[in-house]
């Protein structure tokens, strides 16, 4: 059982930064796949990002291409999700995921392929 913890979300201004973190618990994650998803009230949960159990291979929704980047410490069983150039439509509940696998990060981007949930952390961005 591996338990997700997300943290670093809050109220940031347009143009500004955010790193967020998704911290393990329980069994290490360092042969897990984890993806970023974003959700708003009413909506299903959308993928952002996703990053490989070795952190060689990552991938990216359109959207947030050369603004975000995904990056891991499996030392310190932690994914990190940098948020730059942040937009008012950015702001959702932003949750990370686990799913233990070799794969390419590309074969990550469905919901469905997890296993494990964080709770989720705010981001709000204002204009």
């Known amino acids: 059982q591996v338990q997700l913890g997300e943290s670093g979300g809050g109220l940031v201004q347009a143009g500004g930064s955010l790193r967020l973190s998704c911290a393990a618990s329980?069994?290490?994650?360092?042969?897990?796949?984890v993806g970023w998803f974003r959700q708003a009230p009413g909506k299903e949960r959308a993928f952002v990002a996703a990053?490989?159990?070795?952190?060689?291979?990552?991938y990216y929704t359109d959207s947030v291409k050369g603004r975000f980047t995904i990056y891991r410490d499996n030392a310190k069983n932690t994914v990190y999700l940098q948020m730059g150039s942040l937009s008012p439509e950015d702001t959702d509940v932003y949750y990370c995921a686990a799913k233990r696998g070799y794969g390419d990060a590309s074969y990550y981007q469905s919901s469905r392929s997890y296993d494990y949930w964080g709770q989720g952390t705010q981001v709000t961005v204002s204009s």
């Open positions: 990053i490989s159990w070795t952190g060689s291979s990552t």
């Open positions: 329980g069994r290490t994650f360092g042969y897990a796949a």
